[in-house]
């Protein structure tokens, strides 16, 4: 499960350091070198359309030794390998769209001044940035602002080509969302993502997966995760996704690289479940994925740590099939540290959680949580990352082996560089409600991201005989995981076990600052990312929404969450932060039932109800105000780049980190060395 970014919450905050880290700094001048060295570093890459692209650095690199660094560099290498995979799953044609747009990028010699070459070039940027033609967040297609002509001009001056139906959809109001939750416009019908064949229903999904039958019922296997579903004479068939099979020639070369850094791994555990994941995308074998999982998650020893293969599900409608993904993470061991105190205690936030006796773990197994510096991303968490990430996600293997959850220090340091208040300072009621958010704004961030992967994610059960949660809530159940852990972390959030455990040093203050961001966000400022008249389709975007709605009704009564006008524009303000603490609580143990039993009707009408429709003239008005703005609503990320030395032997002798020049320079670079897909359209 991810954690995804909330920049208005992250903007809201100036500073990322805390009150005990500015007492480090009094007491070790060194300190203070470090952080006027980290903020002349230039955090902004770009920006374009309605996207920032940022950079981030991998402090400590130096600290690493050669066999490390090693680690780390084959490991990104691997992950890169792989980034073909995410386009053509994300569409059928992105893969020859992005290949003949970038070749017309590359040759045309024409002019370069006009305003329709500034368009092709904005359009790149956004297919480059999402993966795709549909938006990375909103899932909508995006129009270019250019005609038909001027591309097919465009096409004949570079001697590009362009299959016709690849060319025509471009423009065309054909698979127009990417992923489509709407059961009313069929979840498969209405989804552009190619994981499906276009003749497959949803009724023939679930019956051909109401067949399979793990080989122990208590351990189910993830079918569906690794394969696109089609029609072959008339039958179901899955093409997996494995060496000699559909993505094969990209998965070779990332078998390639993972098997050199089974070779230089830290210790036996980690090379053991590098071996296994590698048979696994060798042979396609569901049974070898779990095995590797809980090889991957038991291996908790060593500095370096990584997430690699086709894992998140919900850029599937139906929630079967697992998006490619690769993160590469070394330990930040001083934040760690201060956070491990969640880890140790994960079994007290679960005993004390307000859900039904019935519904908690007796005994929550080898939950491990680390802050990691990251080394390189791509696929489905680039250039737009999550902030935090707990796996595995099998619900078997979370319970009897447990999890990894992480936070992502220097994404959320990137992003806190890079903000800025404008936001905080049109959409906050009061001086008081400011002044909180800064002080307090960027802890709670960072404690609700911890409470949300560890305890959130880690917590509750499955009731015995109730089925996966993706077959039992289907296209509900990712965003009411996603709320759920949420929840969790609100209501933690201002608790006073908080406070004796070292992490704040005012649980009042903190929460409220929480309380006042998520509110705000969830029913007021995250609409800055949708269109006039659009509803919500994103998980993420749903279930602060829902949270946040269903709070705000059932709270009326009390007065418990006030709209209020003040010179003509709405405000929220929170009058019972108590008593909205109990309300999380409620609507947790309500959640946690409904996951529990399965209940799929009242997940639809949590969802429905509260987190799909938008008030349309809060929309428009939060639109207006927001139209100012300078800064962009999505932001995302280069990489830095691993630049090996070799030995006349060929063997590497040391490995330098460089920032890419642009994210135009790192996208075409990326083309050129990592794509490996043939163009099928």
Known sequence: MKFKIIPFALAATLSFVSCDDNKKEEEEPVQEEKLTEETSFDYTAGEFADIKVL????????????????????????????????????????????????NIHQNYQGDKNSEDWGAFEEYLKRVWFSGGIHHHYSMDKMKPDFDKAYLEGLLKETKTKLAPEALEVIFND????????????????????????PDVTAAE????????????????????????????????????????????EAIDKITYWLEKAEGVAENQAQADALALLVKYYKTGDLQTWDDYNVAWVEATEGNIDYINSFIEVYN????????????????????????????????????????MKEHKKESVVGVTYKTVIVAGEAGDASPSTPIGVNLPNSNWIRTAHGSKSVSLGNIINAYSHAGGSEKLDEFALTEEEKELSKEYGETADKLHTALHEVVGH??????????????????????MEEGRADLVGLYYLMDPKIEE??????????????????????????????????EIEESHMRNRQWVSAWAFE????????????????????????????????????????????????????????????????????????????????????????????????????????????????????????????????
């Open 554 to 681: 059932k709270g009326k009564e009390g007065n418990v969450i006030e709209k209020v006008k003040k010179d003509g524009k709405t405000y929220l303000k929170i009058n019972d932060y108590k008593k909205l603490r109990e309300l999380f609580g409620e609507l947790l143990k309500e959640t946690q039932r409904i996951k529990s039993e399965g209940d799929y009707t009242a997940a639809k009408n949590l969802v429905e109800n509260y987190g799909v429709k938008v008030d349309q003239e809060i929309h428009k008005e939060v639109l207006k105000r927001s139209s100012e703005f300078k800064a962009a609503p999505y932001s995302g990320f280069v990489n830095p780049v691993l630049v090996p030395e070799m030995d006349d032997a060929g063997e590497i002798i040391s490995i330098k980190v460089t920032q890419p020049e642009s994210f135009e320079e790192q996208m075409l670079r990326y083309s050129k060395e990592f794509g490996f897909l043939p163009v099928m359209n």
């Open 458 to 479: 880690a917590s509750g059960k499955i009731n015995s005989g109730v089925g996966e949660t993706k077959q039992t809530l289907k296209s509900y159940a990712s965003t």
């Open 205 to 248: 999904v679930d019956a051909f997966y109401a067949k399979k039958k793990s080989p122990d019922p208590k351990k189910p296997l993830s079918y569906g995760l690794n394969s696109k579903l089609v029609k072959e004479d008339g039958k179901l068939v899955e093409k997996v996704w494995k060496s000699g099979g559909m993505y094969g």
């Open 174 to 197: 054909k698979d127009i969302k990417k992923v489509n939750l709407k059961e009313e416009k069929g979840l498969l019908k209405g989804s552009a993502t190619n994981f499906y064949g």
């Open 55 to 102: 950079r981030y650095q991998i402090p400590g690199w130096e600290e690493l030794s050669l066999k490390e660094q090693k680690l780390v560099y084959y490991l990104t290498q691997a992950g890169l390998s792989g980034r073909d995979i995410i386009w053509d799953q994300n569409y059928r044609y992105n893969l020859s769209i992005r290949k003949a747009l970038e």
């Open 316 to 355: 599937d409608p139906k929630g079967y099939r697992g998006s490619y993904e690769t993160i590469v993470q070394i330990k930040d061991f001083d934040m760690s540290k201060k956070m491990k105190v969640l880890e140790d205690n994960v079994q007290w936030f679960e005993d004390n959680s307000p859900i």
């Open 501 to 534: 455990l070292g992490l704040t040093d005012d649980i009042e203050k903190l929460g409220k600052a929480a309380y006042n961001d998520y509110i705000r966000n969830g029913l007021m400022t995250q609409l800055t990312r949708l269109n006039i008249g659009d």
